[in-house]
């Protein structure tokens, strides 16, 4: 569990940690250890802690949010497609990676409209699949 882990919070972050990235979980763990604040969560909707987005920065080689929250965690596939964490992620990238206060407001921007798209996507699909499913004849 993650040091200090006594609740069932903690409980289920340590195994979505194992989840999201097998034995590397641990490292993750690790590094949350190091800082409280790195041990806190991105959102209160979500299992996923800060610890995971530095971890993305230094040993994978995330460079965006969107590239965090589509591809470093489960977030993107969440209902709300992680945007309740985005702001948080774009903070804690902006900080590993220097990024300006007008850099972190355009990934958050470019977060959002990637969201859009997905979502025009999904309607349309839904769309195509309901009129497939009609028989006028």
Avoid: C
């Amino acid at each position: 569990p993650l040091a200090g882990a006594r609740g069932t919070r903690d409980t289920t972050v340590t195994a979505h940690l194992y989840d999201v990235y097998g034995n590397r979980g641990a490292d993750v763990a690790r590094l949350a250890a190091t800082d409280p604040e790195l041990a806190r969560p991105l959102s209160l909707k979500h299992p996923d802690i800060r610890a995971q987005v530095v971890f993305a920065v230094r040993h994978e080689h995330a460079v965006t949010v969107e590239d965090f929250i589509r591809r470093r965690s489960l977030l993107g596939a969440a209902a709300d497609q992680g945007w309740d964490a985005a702001a948080a992620v774009a903070a804690i990238m902006g900080a590993e990676l220097g990024w300006s206060p007008e850099r972190r407001a355009r990934e958050l921007e470019t977060y959002a409209r990637d969201i859009e798209r997905t979502q025009a996507f999904r309607s349309g699909v839904r769309d195509r699949a309901v009129g497939a499913g009609r028989h006028d004849g």
